[in-house]
């Protein structure tokens, strides 16, 4: 199960809950007042397993303290050589394991070295960071290694949702089937040009 628990802070980022079918939980993106939404929820300290990290840009983790606070048993991840610290490194296919399934780890770099994607195959999501929005993509630092990137969301399975770092499309989340063929800037067209 996939709830929004934060939209809004530095330039409407989203924090996601994520919860197993054994009600063990894991936070995406902590930041802004995230830490406030999830004391009212009354999660069991025990309960929180991850918090995990799509990229090393603060707006994506500035309340990663308050967090830690209310969860201090909650291991961090994120990518290997990402700049923030970190309890779990990760690196591509990377898993973690959740309930009776697992958390799939993607390096999508380009809009910053250390971004990477979480697949939670049973609730068909995807968490994209600035990878990937509803809409558009994030700025690309590295156009050809975005580009990379962009072409290995594009091979995964049109049913994912996908749930980005930010609010910025026509509705707050999108199957990637969908993107496929409405987002303009995920056009292999686009990517094409990207590379070039």
Do not use: W
């Not at 802070?9 to 936070?27: K, Q, R």
């Not at 603060?58 to 606070?69: G, R, T």
């Not at 390096?107 to 697949?119: A, E, F, L, N």
């Amino acid at each position: 199960m996939v709830k929004t628990i934060f939209k809004g802070g530095f330039d409407d980022n989203f924090s996601y809950l994520l919860t197993a079918d054994d009600s063990s939980c894991a936070i995406i993106d902590p930041c802004g007042k995230c830490a406030n939404a999830l004391a009212q929820l009354d999660i069991a300290p025990e309960k929180m397993k991850y918090i995990l990290i799509t990229h090393g840009h603060s707006d994506h983790f500035d309340a990663l303290d308050e967090v830690k606070k209310l969860y201090p048993a909650a291991g961090v991840a994120g990518f290997a050589k990402g700049e923030f610290a970190k309890d779990i490194p990760l690196d591509d296919g990377s898993t973690l394991a959740f309930g009776s399934s697992c958390i799939e780890t993607i390096c999508t770099p380009g809009h910053s070295r250390d971004s990477v994607c979480y697949i939670y195959a049973p609730d068909r999501a995807i968490f994209t960071g600035d990878t990937l929005f509803i809409d558009c993509i994030g700025f690309c630092r590295s156009p050809k290694v975005m580009a990379d990137s962009l072409e290995k969301l594009r091979a995964l399975p049109d049913d994912l949702v996908v749930y980005s770092g930010h609010d910025y499309g026509a509705v707050p989340f999108r199957t990637l089937g969908e993107e496929k063929v409405m987002n303009p800037e995920f056009s292999q067209e686009f990517i094409t040009r990207l590379r070039n």
